[in-house]
């Protein structure tokens, strides 16, 4: 079980930044990788970014790197992205998700967790709309 908060309304103006969080019941994250996933209107769900919970090894897709920033705080399981120099093109409903670690490897199951098919939790969707 995941829910999103820290978000009201949803309009953010283009240059912008906001804070998404995720926080994460009902199981142990210590076993799994956060995902921040993103869809807009007639397009595929895509990754924003992954972290491994134990250790906090990140990764982020070409779009958003330098520009947004996951984090986890592990005493309240809670899961964060700091989204700046918000675009028009970041406009998508964002999810948050968990995906159990599968190998040995941070980098192999960070690499599982960019595909939507491997998730195995995910969070209530969170629109964000970058407008004018």
């Known amino acids: 079980l995941m829910s999103a908060a820290g978000v009201w309304g949803g309009l953010v103006q283009p240059g912008g930044s906001l804070r998404l969080s995720c926080a994460a019941s009902?199981?142990?994250?210590?076993?799994?990788?956060i995902g921040w996933f993103r869809q807009a209107p007639g397009k595929e769900r895509e990754a924003v970014s992954c972290?491994?919970?134990?250790?906090?090894?990140?990764d982020y897709s070409g779009s958003v790197k330098g520009r947004f920033t996951t984090s986890r705080a592990k005493a309240t399981n809670t899961i964060y992205i700091q989204m700046n120099s918000l675009k028009p093109e970041d406009t998508a409903i964002y999810y948050c998700?968990?995906?159990?670690?599968?190998?040995?490897?941070?980098?192999?199951?960070?690499?599982?967790?960019?595909?939507?098919?491997?998730?195995?939790?995910w969070g209530e969707g969170t629109q964000v709309t970058v407008s004018s």
């Open positions: 998700a968990a995906v159990r670690r599968r190998t040995a490897s941070a980098r192999a199951d960070l690499s599982r967790c960019r595909s939507p098919n491997n998730i195995d939790y």
């Open positions: 972290i491994t919970w134990r250790v906090g090894i990140e």
């Open positions: 009902g199981f142990s994250l210590d076993n799994y990788v």
